[in-house]
């Protein structure tokens, strides 16, 4: 495609404009957030053309910048992003300015899959065995593969295809990567951790990163699944359109609309049959104890009227990363700042759709291990060890480190003394945490951002933290591996700020600069919470119907019970074709 045409493309595009015939305000079903989950489950209801659909979505369409895959670090400074910050934790994010860590949250057409590293990973089949154990039938793993094959158009060259699928709308590749994702894998193997496709039934091992990348562009969920069917006249999408609160009749318990704002007028709509929720982990429960759903005792305080006492907002997990460990080699291997500004590499980004700019913004490779510190049987691994190709230096600390939040001494500390030099990074991931945290509402106007405590490292016993500790003693074996000292790479030792009153290396060094330099992966899932009627923190049934309240559903990350080994970003997806035929089948005998 010439420069010309692609600019044209994507800077013309408008999903809003799809649809304008305007019909009134009756729908069968509405759909709020059109994320990664809300624009699958948006195609796939609009599949039946009887029904007609309204999707609605607080933020805009992406753009030029959005598109381009190694862009990624700029998206936390757009409009595409809320802008949330966990509040304070004492003893935690000392690296962070005013301690303040922040959750990135999509807003536009896409979700999160529109600002995110477009890493696609499925989580193991454990997690989907567990959450299914848990009183929440059809939610195996033989259950839910099936729908992330249907999703899935997948072309790594590598991929084991019995667990792949071709035909889907979401596009699937391995994204660009240096020579020192070949040295990663190979020193793994030599610590005996194999090769394998961590999104087949295989939990334990090393590869190449898969993501959702199509022809060269980031594939959002809005990408994939709007695109293709925005032709169809019974699906109306709008944009810009801030969703208030859900519309329930207080005597019979039945959503029968969504208030929603554009503009700062306010408008309803009506839906004959229901509502689905798809607005995010932090946005959904927000918009349920809107709506008088939820913690009795703060809603009232708030002056809501509550409806159905249900532990929304609570359960919250989360992928913790540590971003740490800083490494250093005299080899040219890793990714430069000049590799993507030269002549060269905008011309493959524009031109062939190749090169350095069409990376998963430096996310090169993952390993799942089991630490010494799991408690699990079987090979369920508890971290993730994800490789980036270049660091927070690699940009001289212009932009990665920024939308961080990270404080200047923190970076002159760890971070500088690698600038211009062949460096990466191993951020580590627990997939298992212990410890829960919780979101409420800050009031009860719903421009209001609510309260976010992530609660991180607050389980007994401190398992969590002895988890990444178990992590870092890993690492530290891999450093030693042949494969490793061929490349002559070191780990920059520099202490961080606020712990050099510890020894270097103890284990009581580790765990206060673990407490200091922790981040999310923005993974946060459970806040709506699905399990059995006799599960008291349970929000929704395995079908995702909300307990006590017809007509309403929720259908994204908040449903999940418990952290999962996976960047969230495919499963909320797997969350939207499943909820789909939940609610196809619920209205099969029932098309009008």
């Not at 299914?132 to 790594?156: H, R, T």
Request: aromatic share 12%; charged share 20%.
């Amino acid at each position: 495609m010439k420069l010309h045409t692609f600019l044209t493309t994507y800077l013309t595009i408008n999903f809003a404009s799809c649809n304008t015939i305007d019909s009134g305000n009756d729908y069968d079903f509405i759909i709020v957030g059109a994320g990664s989950a809300g624009s699958v489950i948006a195609s796939r209801l609009s599949e039946n053309l009887i029904w007609k659909i309204l999707l609605l979505e607080a933020g805009d369409e992406g753009n030029l910048i959005s598109s381009i895959p190694t862009a990624v670090s700029l998206l936390p400074f757009t409009k595409y992003n809320w802008g949330h910050f966990m509040e304070v934790q004492p003893n935690l994010a000392q690296s962070y300015n005013d301690n303040r860590m922040p959750w990135h949250k999509g807003r536009g057409l896409g979700g999160t899959s529109l600002i995110n590293y477009m890493i696609y990973t499925r989580g193991n089949r454990f997690n989907y065995d567990q959450w299914a154990a848990q009183g929440n039938p059809g939610w195996s793993y033989a259950d839910v593969l099936p729908y992330f094959i249907k999703s899935e158009n997948c072309s790594v060259k590598n991929a084991d295809y019995a667990f792949h699928g071709v035909d889907g709308y979401l596009g699937i590749s391995e994204p660009f990567q240096t020579k020192i994702t070949d040295v990663f894998l190979k020193g793994l193997h030599e610590l005996g951790l194999p090769f394998i496709d961590y999104n087949s039934n295989k939990t334990l091992g090393a590869s190449p990163i898969q993501a959702n990348i199509f022809q060269g562009r980031r594939h959002t969920s809005a990408d994939a699944f709007l695109k293709p069917v925005k032709h169809r006249f019974n699906l109306h999408i709008k944009t810009r359109a801030f969703a208030r609160k859900v519309l329930i009749d207080e005597k019979t318990k039945h959503a029968f609309g969504v208030e929603y704002e554009v503009s700062g007028k306010i408008f309803k709509a009506m839906a004959r049959k229901e509502v689905i929720l798809s607005a995010g982990v932090i946005n959904s429960p927000q918009l349920l104890m809107l709506s008088g759903i939820g913690p009795k005792q703060e809603l009232g305080q708030l002056g809501i009227s509550v409806l159905k006492d249900l532990q929304v907002g609570r359960n919250l997990q989360d992928n913790l990363a540590f971003l740490g460990l800083n490494f250093v080699t005299p080899e040219d291997v890793t990714l430069r700042f000049s590799k993507f500004v030269n002549l060269v590499s905008i011309y493959e980004v524009f031109e062939s759709r190749t090169g350095p700019w069409v990376g998963a913004g430096g996310a090169q490779a993952i390993a799942y291990i089991k630490t010494d510190e799991s408690e699990e049987l079987g090979p369920v691994p508890d971290m993730e060890l994800l490789l980036i190709g270049g660091s927070l230096s690699t940009d001289y600390g212009l932009i990665l480190r920024t939308g961080m939040n990270i404080r200047d001494d923190v970076y002159n500390s760890l971070f500088a003394p690698t600038e211009g030099k062949n460096s990466f990074m191993i951020f580590l991931s627990h997939l298992t945490p212990k410890s829960k945290g919780y979101i409420k509402l800050r009031s009860a106007d719903p421009h209001d951002y609510p309260l976010m405590y992530g609660n991180y490292f607050t389980d007994p016993g401190n398992k969590d933290i002895n988890t990444f500790l178990a992590a870092v003693r890993y690492v530290q074996k891999l450093i030693q591996t042949e494969t490793f000292k061929k490349f002559k790479i070191t780990l920059i030792d520099n202490p961080v700020p606020g712990c050099t009153h510890h020894q270097y290396d103890s284990d009581d060094y580790w765990r206060c600069f673990l407490r200091s330099l922790i981040q999310t992966f923005n993974h946060q899932v459970g806040t709506a919470k699905m399990g059995p009627k006799n599960d008291p923190d349970a929000v929704v049934n395995h079908k995702l119907e909300v307990y006590g309240v017809k007509g309403l559903r929720v259908a994204d990350c908040s449903v999940i019970p418990f952290a999962l080994s996976a960047h969230t970003n495919a499963p909320a997806m797997m969350v939207g074709e499943k909820a789909a035929d939940i609610i196809k089948n619920a209205w099969k005998d029932n098309l009008w």
